[in-house]
């Protein structure tokens, strides 16, 4: 007896080594599946998201040949300041992202993403611009260009993803999709700002993880989201809220564990360099568009101002917008409609204004107006988006950039409007504790 208990303890062994083995094999095949199946769905806006890149090249490569018989090719100048420090990162020194030559002024997610793409750019010896100095051809566009039109355009699969799980019919998610493509075009096309849609891409598939219950996978795509661009936390109150209280402190670990890792080489070998970047978030006042905020801000030289104070004034706003969502559970719908609201917050309260800014807030916008039962509502919030994408690049004094910005903003989020039903927190709707729900 004794020596079959001996022998017993390796079989035990064994089966469990293989029952865990079976297990993890049948959740990477159903991940596989899940993956197949998932992008099938997404026909029509990965078809769009090709046509995106391949238009958004074209308009780079032969309009100022074409329309204005110039030699330049139209390139983004923002996007050279990522490229610099992704070459950093690729080298193995990301302590020193942030230094003079790079100008990055955001989290290293997109620094880190397009890193192998420095890395073949260099090794091929493809010619490349470092700001403030532009070549007119740099031949490493031919793979930033696609590379960063790629990771941007992501977000028009998630925007169909949040459709679909809306209740959003076929034929409009068709049409929405096309819409979202032009909207996101000045954004990254004409700006060089994938991370601002990327991290959208993040944002919007953490939310659907959160709604189907999958709390940890959640926190990990909210921690993707803030490294790649911190904009998103002004949709995280309303994801925290919505996160059943046994959750929601390894939803704040997994959100932060990202920024602290790739942050925290920069701030121990440039502390005074690294800290000061993302501390006064430096804007150039007169080259941008000031707004009346700029009173707020603190000057950093002749032609710069800290953005810190309007950005703190928008997150305070956006916690005030998720504790009021704390008790009153929006559905789904409102929910949306509120991280549409919060992503705004950043413009109402900015102290210098770039037209891109407005891409965030206005594809939200568009998203949620497509869950409306009225289709006028849709081309309404899309036309309201293209005119104030439009008023974005116009010259005006602080109030008269300002205030109208501020009006598209409002006419959109009207547009989208769900109902008080829906966003719950402005009318009559049953209270829910969600910290007393721990599933």
């Known amino acids: 007896m004794k020596v079959a208990g001996v022998i017993d303890h390796p079989v035990d062994g064994v089966r469990d080594r293989v ?39 074209a308009y780079s490569l032969w309009w100022n040949p074409v329309i204005h018989h110039s030699r330049d090719w139209v390139i983004p100048g923002d996007i050279w300041s990522t490229f610099r420090a ?11 992202m942030y230094g003079n030559d790079t100008q990055l002024v955001t989290f290293p997610g997109i620094a880190v993403l397009l890193a192998p793409v420095a890395m073949v750019s260099g090794a091929l010896g493809l010619g490349e611009s470092i700001a403030p100095m532009f ?31 809306l209740g959003v019919n076929g034929p409009r998610r068709i049409m929405l999709s096309v819409m979202e493509a032009v909207v996101i075009f000045q954004v990254v096309t004409m700006w060089g700002h994938p991370e601002d849609m990327l991290a959208l891409t993040f944002s919007l598939y953490a939310l659907l ?42 939803l704040c670990l997994y959100g932060a564990l ?27 006042r007169f080259l941008d568009h000031a707004t009346p905020w700029i009173a707020l801000s603190p000057t950093l030289s002749r032609t710069t101002v800290g953005a810190g104070p309007g950005r703190m004034i928008a997150v305070f706003m956006a916690v005030v917008v998720g504790f009021m969502a704390y008790r009153r559970a929006p559905s789904n719908v409102g929910l949306l409609w509120l991280c549409a609201l919060a992503l705004s917050l950043r413009c109402f309260f900015e102290s210098v204004m770039n037209a891109f800014y407005l891409g965030p807030p206005l594809v939200l916008i568009v998203l949620t107006a497509a869950t409306s039962g009225n289709p006028k509502r849709l081309v309404g919030a899309w036309a309201i988006a293209m005119l104030a994408t439009a008023y974005g690049f116009h010259r005006a004094s602080e109030w008269g ?33 969600l910290a007393t729900i721990d599933t």
Not at 147 to 164: G, H, P, Y
Not at 259 to 281: D, R
Not at 407 to 425: D, K, M, N, T, Y
Request: glycine letters at 8%.
């Open 86 to 96: 992704a070459h950093w990162v690729g080298w193995g020194d990301i302590g020193n």
């Open 209 to 250: 993880a959160m709604l189907r219950g999958r709390w940890p996978l959640s926190g990990w795509l909210w921690g993707a989201a803030i490294v790649t661009q911190p904009l998103v936390i002004l949709m995280f109150p309303l994801a925290f809220v919505r996160t059943p209280n046994l959750h929601r402190l390894r």
């Open 401 to 433: 950039y300002w205030a109208p910005i501020a009006v598209f903003l409002a006419l959109g989020l009207a547009c989208a409007w769900p109902g008080r039903a829906e966003v719950g927190i402005f009318g009559d709707h049953s209270t829910i504790d």
């Open 258 to 284: 990202p920024s602290v890792m790739l942050l925290s080489a920069p701030l121990v070998m440039q502390w005074h360099q690294t800290s000061a970047v993302l501390l006064h978030q430096a804007n150039a």
């Open 135 to 165: 070549v007119s051809q740099p031949t490493s566009w031919f793979l930033l260009g696609p590379a960063i039109l790629l990771l941007a355009s992501t977000c028009l699969v998630a925007f169909d993803a949040m459709a679909e799980e």
């Open 19 to 57: 029952r865990k083995d079976a297990g993890e094999h049948t959740d990477a095949v159903g991940r596989t599946f899940w993956l197949v199946k998932h992008l099938k769905r997404r026909r029509w806006p990965l078809a769009v998201m090709l046509a995106f890149v391949i238009v958004s090249m």
